[in-house]
């Protein structure tokens, strides 16, 4: 169209030149060419005219976008070592819990929204913990500052938490052009609307650590894969929706994997692994330790009463 709009233009500045010629046989022949150019152009323009669709190989060329933050550099900022600890960390049940974001290395992330919205999410899932005292939701600006284990330590203490949750992500987005697109003709000209694959994959990770000796007590990964069509215009919205929904299925997946690593956790701690477990003062083991006591000093009292009924007979 835009073609058909520029012969169109030049056909008029070369008529109008024509005609302003003083010459008879220059008009004549401006006459003729018109006639032939106006059936032209009139042919082009009924043919142009509407909006057609054309299909046409593309060259499928891949985008790869990744956005990341990672653990290890966070709390070890410089390559240094972790320093050996053999000593199980101490644990005053119930904990009040700190969990956040591990900062962006590559990439600009989930938003700050919803990031609080996904932990929000984890929190809501273990706030019923009878171990659990509260959750709180910690931004990331004040890991950005405060890195390596003593930002870690300081951090917790500043929130009043006994244990921090940090979470951590890899996500890799994919755009790559489908074999074929659509050819719009419009009145300005053409317009080439290519098709697009999208896939994106990202896998969340989080590890929780014992504030004071900075200890790993668990760690729960989450992964996802999502894919999605979607046209050249649209594509750029499309991966942002894939990119939170990437997040939010793993988030998904991460909480029930981190269901399965506290019953690990309890486990281990029961053989005496990972942590040392007290119960603060007016607080009881809760659940199911509970039961067992209660139904164990039933028992005694029974066998007591038992044997006082005995001691009367006998005396009698």
Aim: net charge negative; glycine share 6%; charged share 20%.
């Amino acid at each position: 169209m835009s073609t058909y709009l520029s012969t169109f233009s030049i056909f008029v500045a070369l008529y109008s030149t024509a005609w302003s010629s003083d010459s008879p046989h220059i008009r004549h022949k401006a006459t003729d060419v018109t006639k032939l150019i106006v059936v032209a152009l009139s042919v082009a323009g009924l043919l142009l005219g509407g909006c057609e669709t054309f299909w046409f190989a593309g060259n499928n060329e891949k985008i790869r976008q990744g956005q990341s933050s990672s653990l290890v550099e966070y709390l070890y900022p410089h390559g240094e070592p972790p320093v050996p600890d053999n000593a199980l960390p101490h644990l005053d049940l119930p904990i009040r819990v700190g969990i956040a974001f591990v900062p962006t290395r590559i990439g600009s992330g989930p938003s700050a929204k919803e990031k609080h919205e996904l932990l929000d999410r984890v929190a809501v899932s273990f706030a019923d913990r009878p171990f659990v005292e509260n959750i709180e939701v910690i931004p990331d600006v004040y890991l950005r500052s405060r890195r390596g284990t003593l930002g870690l330590r300081q951090i917790a203490h500043l929130h009043n938490v006994d244990v921090m949750a940090l979470v951590s992500y890899d996500q890799l987005s994919i755009s790559a052009e489908r074999d074929s697109a659509i050819l719009y003709w419009t009145v300005v000209g053409a317009l080439f609307i290519k098709g697009n694959s999208n896939e994106v994959h990202t896998m969340i990770d989080t590890a929780v650590f014992d504030a004071n000796s900075s200890k790993l007590l668990m760690r729960a990964p989450g992964v996802s894969k999502q894919s999605r069509n979607s046209n050249l215009i649209d594509n750029a919205q499309t991966l942002r929706q894939l990119n939170f929904e990437g997040f939010s299925r793993s988030t998904d997946d991460m909480i029930v994997n981190l269901d399965d690593a506290l019953e690990n956790f309890r486990t281990e701690v029961q053989e005496g692994q990972r942590a040392e477990v007290t119960w603060k003062a007016g607080h009881g083991g809760g659940g199911q330790t509970d039961l067992a006591l209660l139904a164990l000093l039933t028992l005694l009292l029974s066998a007591k009463l038992l044997r006082r009924c005995d001691v009367v007979a006998v005396t009698i």
